[in-house]
């Protein structure tokens, strides 16, 4: 008789159609990812958006509409949760959504895996790893927490298979105007302006790469060991904000410029204005203290490792230089310097 494991692996030596749902930064390079290995792929979003390429079908489709995604997964093998609703309607738009992508997922019988965080972890003194209790200290990390115990709730009654990636903050030219390493900052350095930071930029803190991410939710989708658990995606080792700074500064051919934190009085003035900014304020204990993730557990067991941190802050650099040319800026397919890095074993270690 065939095993699960034995015929999950015989099926992903084959075309299968996997359905993404957020056409987002790491959306789209999961995406990338699964084409390239020959793979059918639909991404869903509201507004129909995702990358342009061979083997990719934009579906225009509101996911929290449960039965309307049980049709786009008709012949579908896994569904990815890659959405990310604007920061200050977490409350109201992912409780829905979260329960209909499992609601899918069961009816369907796709494997679901879900891009996630580390909010759910208490304000941690030590490295994260995934055995830690979940003990949120913000509302959105009770969000993701739940979201993680209903998915992990139905799995373990056996009416779904089901895993979950968990990432810090994402590094890679995909970023934009959404993470601390993009538009705000990278531009500014490459003119020898002085930036700002959320938070104290002299404590280390864990940052992931937004190729690693894709990977791990590609290998978590087909490795029957995976399913049940969650994940930490390979992480390179801590840097503080400064650090990062300096060291992309230095890739540019530019002096290292001055870091400095975004007062508190600014952060609630901008957050009169921009909800998602004021969102920010119960978040901002991750980058006051030592926020590390430890992603041994998932080297260990799966057998690669983060890309080099530097390959990153490269592509970074190239995208921003490219940019400020006006030449091609697409993030739309994966960067230069970005590709599957196998580890030989006497490199795999703890990123803590």
Request: aromatic share 6%; glycine share 6%; charged share 20%.
């Amino acid at each position: 008789m065939t095993t699960i494991a034995e015929q999950t692996n015989s099926e992903t030596r084959r075309p299968q159609l996997h359905v993404i749902v957020g056409a987002g930064a790491v959306g789209t390079a999961t995406a990338h990812r699964l084409a390239a290995q020959g793979h059918h792929v639909k991404i869903v979003s509201r507004s129909g958006t995702g990358p342009r390429a061979k083997n990719v079908e934009r579906v225009t489709l509101d996911a929290s509409r449960p039965q309307e995604l049980v049709r786009v997964l008709d012949q579908a093998t896994v569904l990815y949760n890659c959405a990310n609703p604007a920061y200050h309607k977490w409350a109201t738009d992912w409780p829905p959504l979260a329960a209909s992508l499992l609601d899918a997922a069961t009816k369907s019988g796709t494997v679901l895996v879900t891009m996630s965080n580390l909010y759910g972890y208490a304000n941690p003194s030590k490295p994260m790893t995934e055995s830690d209790a979940l003990r949120p200290s913000s509302a959105k990390g009770k969000i993701r927490s739940d979201m993680w115990q209903a998915a992990k709730a139905a799995h373990d009654f056996g009416h779904v298979r089901i895993t979950e990636a968990r990432a810090s903050d994402y590094l890679g030219p995909q970023v934009g105007a959404n993470g601390h390493m993009g538009d705000r900052v990278i531009p500014k350095l490459l003119k020898g302006k002085p930036v700002t930071v959320f938070g104290n930029p002299r404590q280390p803190h864990s940052w992931t790469a937004i190729d690693d991410a894709a990977r791990a939710l590609v290998t978590l989708a087909t490795s029957p060991r995976a399913w049940g658990h969650a994940w930490h995606v390979p992480t390179a080792p801590p840097q503080t904000a400064e650090q990062l700074v300096h060291r992309i500064c230095r890739i540019a051919g530019v002096g290292p410029v001055k870091v400095r934190s975004i007062p508190n009085f600014v952060m609630s003035s901008l957050g009169l204005v921009a909800p998602a900014i004021r969102e920010l304020k119960e978040m901002r204990y991750q980058f006051e203290h030592p926020f590390v993730i430890d992603s041994s557990a998932f080297t260990k067991e799966f057998g690669w490792n983060h890309n080099p941190l530097e390959n990153t802050l490269e592509a970074i650099v190239l995208h921003y230089q490219a940019r400020e040319r006006g030449s091609e800026t697409s993030t739309d397919k994966p960067p230069e310097g970005l590709s599957v890095n196998r580890i030989s074993p006497p490199e795999a270690r703890a990123n803590a």
